[in-house]
């Protein structure tokens, strides 16, 4: 097995979970299926992948959250798990949140960085750790 490392970018993953270009889809599959180490992928790159998938391609947040956390599992990935386990739920639950959103909120909890500081008064009508700045 050859030794590949290094990270993905979006592009990469969705060729890889929508097989919509069949040489990429194939070129991708490879790469992950030659590597005996895991592969990087950036918070960014999930954040990203999620937006396009709902903006370009329509998925539901239901379809979104299973095609992602499918990805998750794959041992070749290394992402971070902590924080997308923990902001998708909320993106389902929470239809007028974007995912940056929930994000933002999971960060802020999961590194004990809470309220959540925001002049949205959306985020802080639904999450419980947002607050209003005071103007």
Known sequence: MAHFKGSLDTNVVLRLLLNDIPDQHIAAKKLLDQTDTRLDVADTVIIE???????????SRLQIAE????????????CNR?????????YIDHPGL??????????????????????DKKLANQVSNAQIVST
């Open 98 to 119: 974007s995912f940056e959103d929930c994000c933002l909120s999971t960060y802020a909890e999961l590194n004990e960085a809470e309220p959540l500081w925001t002049f």
């Open 49 to 59: 992948l999620i937006f396009a998938l709902n903006r370009y391609y329509g998925l």
């Open 82 to 90: 902590s924080l997308f386990e923990k902001a998708i739920p909320i």
């Open 67 to 78: 095609a992602v956390e499918g990805f998750m599992k794959l041992k070749e990935i290394n």
